[in-house]
């Protein structure tokens, strides 16, 4: 049951974060609550900065719903109250650091105080047996954990997308975490706000029309945090308490490197400077774009690595840590004093590869067979809509899922009327991932073991794997091909591919999500080549949507 009321708690934030941002970008601009650009940020306009208002708003009404107020729950949301209004009056008014400081400390001691919800136990952090706190310190070392998380993030949150994409990627990789361990009010709570932070990164990727400003970063950071602590200190828990600090690990680091070098200069260490890691990206010459997509990958790599290897001994976990975060920022110092030549060399040899005539014949050559695609995924979606026989009536939650994919799909692009919206897209990249994964339950029954359907259903996805293949290396000049968004839906996919692959010796699911990812990449080249090929092959997923629910129920 609740992995139905968690599904119903992600719908309703996602949804209501999503009809709340556009009424507080207009209730900002009226009201000057704006961030103006300065030569320390990256934004070259004006943009509303209260977004973490529909995170929060979003968050509190699905748990309102749905959750039971349960001791653990009553002090995160007495909590979280706290830290939105900290949040909410430093964006309207500005707040100095001292008076955030002393904000979020109040909020840690109110859950703290309500919720009973402190870090008692440090594992086997470095093989010498359980670290235990004392009990006299259990509450400042909390306090001292919660309030160094909750600035990580706020010191992330310095690009379109940046920690909103973070949080997403730390929500998921708990979300998974929770469902391993069988944690149904983990499942819940990481449900509700993920919901909340995925409304509002529609309108925050680049370039952003809103920004989550303190209100949503020093929430965000919040939850997250006393969410690990919940799951690492509960009684039973399977979790060792270094697992979350590595899911969170390139904030966690980046922070305590900034802060360190601040203070070995002599200087405040929240003195605002552009010394982060997304600064050192930019440093390099890479743009905006590429810089957080960079980042969401270190982020998912870190995330994998932590769910994957979560029965390493805490010695080997921190070693390899340490070691890779060393690594990293090494490498990008080291990059740091070739700038010149590499951005120098790069653009040279992109500039004579692209000015070669074979370069531009096959570029004109993938150009031409790219409608190739439209017949290729209509004719996949076709046999799937009048040969897919075998859904099964008891499973609710597939029954489910399609038709709230396909109400949402029909209710955003009846009110966007934009086939290229990113949120009308992520609906249609979860509609493929599920119709490809029915189709993958069981073949035989669906296909009355016709092998030459399966075989033409292996051939067409082998076809447009190529044809994506031949869009990426021969795409036209300044084309963006894939949105931040898309990255993100593709990292994360892919994360739960590979640890569902490592878990399940059965490969239905890590199959179904990389055939739904090749199907929905030919649809992101189909979508750029015309308008009528992209409503051909859009009205094509929504009929097999109407199959997969109607054909559940009846």
């Known amino acids: 049951m609740y992995a139905i009321n968690s599904l119903y708690m992600f719908i309703i934030a996602l949804f209501t974060a999503i009809i709340m941002v556009p009424y507080l970008q207009r209730w900002a601009i009226d009201t000057g609550a704006v961030d103006i650009p300065d030569e320390r940020k990256v934004h070259k306009r004006a943009v509303p900065r209260i977004g973490g208002v529909a995170i929060c708003i979003a968050w509190l009404f699905s748990l309102l719903v749905y959750m039971d107020m349960t001791r653990e729950v009553r002090g995160i949301l007495a909590g979280s109250l706290i830290i939105f209004f900290t949040g909410f009056i430093d964006d309207l008014y500005g707040l100095s650091p001292k008076k955030k400081f002393i904000g979020q400390i109040i909020a840690c001691i109110i859950t703290i105080t309500v919720g009973h919800i402190t870090i008692s136990s440090l594992g086997n952090l470095f093989g010498f047996g359980t670290l235990m706190v004392p009990e006299l310190l259990t509450v400042p070392f909390t306090i001292l954990a919660v309030v160094g998380i909750i600035n990580a993030f706020n010191l992330m949150d310095g690009l379109d997308g940046l920690a909103g994409g973070i949080s997403t ?8 975490l929770s469902y391993l361990t069988d944690n149904a009010l983990m499942i819940c709570l990481c449900a509700a706000l993920l919901g909340g932070v995925l409304g509002f990164l529609k309108y925050n990727i680049h370039p952003a029309r809103i920004f989550m400003g303190d209100t949503g970063s020093l929430l965000i950071g919040f939850v997250i945090a006393f969410l690990t602590v919940l799951l690492t200190q509960s009684p039973g828990s399977e979790i060792q308490p270094l697992i979350p600090v590595l899911i969170l690990g390139l904030p966690i680091a980046d922070t305590i490197r900034v802060m360190g070098s601040r203070m070995l200069k002599r200087k405040n260490p929240f003195s605002p400077d552009k010394t982060h890691v997304h600064h050192r990206f930019l440093d390099l010459g890479l743009d905006h774009r590429h810089t957080v997509t960079i980042i969401y990958g270190i982020s998912l790599i870190l995330a994998g690595f932590a769910i994957l290897c979560r029965a390493w001994s805490g010695p080997a976990l921190l070693l390899a840590f340490a070691g890779a975060m060393a690594a990293f920022y090494t490498l990008i110092t080291l990059l740091r004093h070739r700038t010149n030549t590499l951005i120098t060399v790069g653009m040279h040899s992109m500039k004579t590869l692209r000015g070669t005539p074979l370069f531009r014949r096959l570029s004109r050559s993938a150009r031409r067979i790219a409608p190739v695609a439209t017949v290729l995924i209509f004719v996949y979606f076709l046999l799937a809509a009048f040969l897919c026989t075998g859904i099964d009536s008891t499973n609710s939650v597939t029954i489910q899922v399609g038709g709230i994919m396909l109400v949402g799909s029909l209710a955003t692009l009846y009110g966007t009327r934009d086939i290229k919206n990113h949120f009308f897209m992520a609906m249609l990249a979860v509609s493929i991932l599920l119709i490809t994964f029915v189709l993958n339950q069981e073949p035989d029954a669906q296909f009355d073991s016709n092998i030459l359907l399966e075989n033409l259903r292996s051939i067409i996805h082998l076809c447009l794997l190529a044809l994506v293949g031949l869009h990426l290396l021969f795409r036209e000049p300044g084309e963006h091909f894939l949105s931040g968004l898309d990255y993100l839906v593709i990292g994360i996919s ?27 990449l030919a649809l992101k080249v189909v979508m750029i080549k015309g308008k009528m090929p992209a409503q051909v092959i859009l009205g094509s997923v929504l009929t097999v949507l109407m199959v997969i629910v109607v054909r559940g129920v009846f």
């Open 169 to 176: 990627i730390a929500l998921a990789a708990l979300l998974i």
């Open 494 to 520: 892919a994360l739960i591919m590979i640890i569902a692959w490592q878990l399940s010796p059965t490969p239905t699911l890590t199959l179904s999500i990389l055939k739904g990812l090749n199907i929905y």
